[in-house]
């Protein structure tokens, strides 16, 4: 269960023209509120119907009174665009902004509302107060249309209240020659987050500090538990627990004026040697409940985890967009059997951060190969580089996407939808052999031209709509995905 991420109160706010029918908003307001009980959607119903500013000062404290803290402001009719617009103004939280359908050929005299109309006037209204509130792609609509777009609503307004409230916590600098990691975070302050940057020493001394907790029994049985016998080192369980509740502690005393965190921790090289382990595994654990613990300090990889567990509800990862499938693996077990080229294919790759639950049965915790190669001795038993989460990522629909904010301070993001195949890849790590539909160009002309680091986070399951919505919300501008050939990228050379 993810315990990081807000809980979103829906209410709904009918407006109506004083020179319209009340009644009229108010009918399509209840038929509204009894589409959404239909889909099992909660949505608060303000009984005060707007139609002057007083009524807008009276239907907001109604909302907030009630603990609503996304908002639906229905035009049930043409609807008074001041008033209306004023309740984006006043409410803190996300607004979407619907209209109504006309219902029936046969009642267009006293049930005609010109809703379609009045949200013309009401988009152009909040553009000149500068107000930014959700629009879907078509506002207008039935009862039953519109419970279809709040409940689109709901997890867009997921992420923009979590990133309202959310700090993210850092220990140590990006390694060296990270700078694909390279994080200003003047684009933090600009989407509302607030950043706590920490030494690797600070997490050293509170690490240490938990030495003996009595909490620590508990915490290996559930490690245990989770992992099933002969899939863990039992002697390493004591010090993982140990790091497990340093973070969480660490979590509550510096959650300050915020809600929510999220880590973005350095975990080489020093790591494994100063406390006895890799981080990873103690990593998935926590993201498995909702807080992000991104790898090698990457500040806007947590950041995108956290988007994509408040749209999907889910758990996340975080994955390096690592390497190509070889040739002969691709005809040996994806040619023919699924309708991709080698092109649409690769490896994402992690050394054993993704939760658990999102892992093949044969997972278990081993040691990160590549820092035994160059921490141990060549020749050892692997000691202190143990403690990662390994085994195939489980086939499953995803969303490969980040927000980034470049070296010139702008920020940008990609989403883009795939797949992972039910393929053995045969290699190590957590790692799976993932397809997405002209990988190869989207590799080229986004990743590759608009100089994306190689941190992918990845949500299990098709979220490109919502995310793209939280994106423009968000005010960013380049929201780039994977353009089908019969959409040449701006860079793409057309004789090719």
């Given at each position: 269960?993810?315990?990081?991420?807000?809980?979103?109160?829906?209410?709904?706010?009918?407006?109506?023209?004083?020179?319209?029918?009340?009644?009229?908003?108010?009918?399509?307001?209840?038929?509204?509120?009894?589409?959404?009980?239909?889909?099992?959607?909660?949505?608060?119903?303000?009984?005060?119907?707007?139609?002057?500013?007083?009524?807008?000062?009276?239907?907001?404290?109604?909302?907030?009174?009630?603990?609503?803290?996304?908002?639906?402001?229905?035009?049930?009719?043409?609807?008074?665009?001041?008033?209306?617009?004023?309740?984006?103004?006043?409410?803190?939280?996300?607004?979407?902004?619907?209209?109504?359908?006309?219902?029936s050929g046969k009642d267009l005299i006293d049930g005609r509302g010109d809703a379609y109309?009045?949200?013309?006037?009401?988009?152009?209204?909040?553009?000149?107060?500068?107000?930014?509130?959700?629009?879907?792609?078509?506002?207008?609509?039935?009862?039953?249309?519109?419970?279809?777009?709040?409940?689109?609503?709901?997890?867009?307004?997921?992420?923009?209240?979590?990133?309202?409230?959310?700090?993210?916590?850092?220990?140590?600098?990006?390694?060296?020659?990270?700078?694909?990691?390279?994080?200003?975070?003047?684009?933090?302050?600009?989407?509302?987050?607030?950043?706590?940057?920490?030494?690797?020493?600070?997490?050293?001394?509170?690490?240490?500090?938990?030495?003996?907790?009595?909490?620590?029994?508990?915490?290996?049985?559930?490690?245990?538990?989770?992992?099933?016998?002969?899939?863990?080192?039992?002697?390493?369980?004591?010090?993982?627990?140990?790091?497990?509740?340093?973070?969480?502690?660490?979590?509550?005393?510096?959650?300050?004026?915020?809600?929510?965190?999220?880590?973005?921790?350095?975990?080489?090289?020093?790591?494994?040697?100063?406390?006895?382990?890799?981080?990873?595994?103690?990593?998935?654990?926590?993201?498995?409940?909702?807080?992000?613990?991104?790898?090698?300090?990457?500040?806007?990889?947590?950041?995108?985890e956290y988007i994509g567990m408040c749209v999907s509800g889910e758990t996340v990862t975080?994955?390096?967009?690592?390497?190509?499938?070889?040739?002969?693996?691709?005809?040996?077990?994806?040619?023919?059997?699924?309708?991709?080229?080698?092109?649409?294919?690769?490896?994402?790759?992690?050394?054993?951060?993704?939760?658990?639950?999102?892992?093949?049965?044969?997972?278990?915790?081993?040691?990160?190969?590549?820092?035994?190669?160059?921490?141990?001795?060549?020749?050892?038993?692997?000691?202190?580089?143990?403690?990662?989460?390994?085994?195939?990522?489980?086939?499953?629909?995803?969303?490969?996407?980040?927000?980034?904010?470049?070296?010139?301070?702008?920020?940008?993001?990609?989403?883009?939808?795939?797949?992972?195949?039910?393929?053995?890849?045969?290699?190590?790590?957590?790692?799976?052999?993932?397809?997405?539909?002209?990988?190869?160009?989207?590799?080229?002309?986004?990743?590759?031209?608009?100089?994306?680091?190689?941190?992918?986070?990845?949500?299990?399951?098709?979220?490109?709509?919502?995310?793209?919505?939280?994106?423009?919300?968000?005010?960013?501008?380049?929201?780039?995905?994977?353009?089908?050939?019969?959409?040449?990228?701006?860079?793409?050379?057309?004789?090719?």
């Amino acid at each position: 269960m993810l315990t990081n991420i807000p809980e979103v109160k829906l209410g709904i706010i009918a407006v109506s023209r004083d020179c319209f029918i009340i009644s009229l908003s108010e009918r399509r307001r209840a038929a509204i509120v009894a589409a959404c009980q239909g889909k099992g959607l909660d949505l608060y119903e303000c009984k005060t119907t707007v139609e002057n500013e007083k009524d807008m000062l009276k239907a907001v404290d109604e909302v907030k009174s009630a603990g609503c803290n996304a908002l639906v402001v229905f035009l049930g009719n043409f609807g008074p665009e001041t008033p209306e617009t004023l309740i984006a103004q006043r409410f803190d939280g996300p607004v979407m902004y619907v209209s109504a359908a006309e219902e029936s050929g046969k009642d267009l005299i006293d049930g005609r509302g010109d809703a379609y109309c009045g949200m013309l006037n009401c988009s152009y209204n909040l553009g000149m107060r500068h107000l930014k509130a959700y629009i879907p792609s078509y506002p207008v609509g039935t009862a039953e249309d519109i419970a279809s777009m709040i409940a689109d609503f709901k997890p867009i307004a997921c992420a923009l209240i979590g990133l309202s409230g959310l700090k993210i916590i850092t220990f140590g600098p990006r390694p060296q020659d990270f700078f694909a990691c390279n994080a200003p975070i003047k684009g933090l302050y600009e989407l509302g987050v607030e950043v706590e940057e920490n030494s690797e020493l600070d997490l050293l001394v509170a690490y240490k500090a938990h030495a003996n907790d009595p909490r620590i029994p508990e915490v290996c049985a559930d490690m245990a538990k989770e992992m099933g016998e002969g899939k863990y080192y039992p002697d390493l369980n004591a010090r993982m627990a140990q790091l497990e509740l340093t973070l969480l502690d660490w979590a509550e005393a510096h959650k300050g004026a915020r809600q929510y965190v999220a880590f973005a921790d350095k975990c080489w090289p020093a790591f494994p040697e100063a406390f006895g382990f890799e981080p990873c595994y103690v990593n998935s654990r926590l993201v498995s409940r909702g807080i992000p613990v991104s790898c090698e300090v990457d500040i806007y990889g947590a950041l995108s985890e956290y988007i994509g567990m408040c749209v999907s509800g889910e758990t996340v990862t975080l994955l390096d967009i690592n390497n190509s499938v070889p040739a002969d693996l691709y005809q040996e077990d994806i040619a023919g059997k699924f309708p991709y080229q080698l092109t649409d294919t690769f490896m994402g790759f992690h050394c054993g951060n993704t939760p658990s639950c999102k892992l093949c049965a044969d997972r278990a915790v081993k040691y990160q190969l590549i820092q035994h190669r160059l921490l141990e001795p060549k020749g050892s038993e692997p000691d202190f580089t143990r403690g990662t989460l390994e085994g195939d990522i489980a086939a499953s629909p995803i969303t490969f996407y980040r927000l980034q904010c470049d070296s010139e301070g702008k920020l940008r993001s990609y989403i883009a939808q795939g797949e992972v195949l039910p393929v053995k890849t045969r290699s190590f790590g957590g790692i799976g052999v993932f397809a997405i539909p002209e990988m190869g160009r989207f590799y080229r002309h986004v990743l590759v031209e608009k100089r994306y680091p190689h941190h992918g986070a990845v949500a299990f399951g098709h979220y490109g709509k919502a995310l793209f919505e939280v994106m423009k919300m968000l005010g960013v501008e380049d929201i780039a995905y994977n353009q089908p050939k019969s959409l040449p990228y701006p860079t793409e050379n057309p004789f090719v």
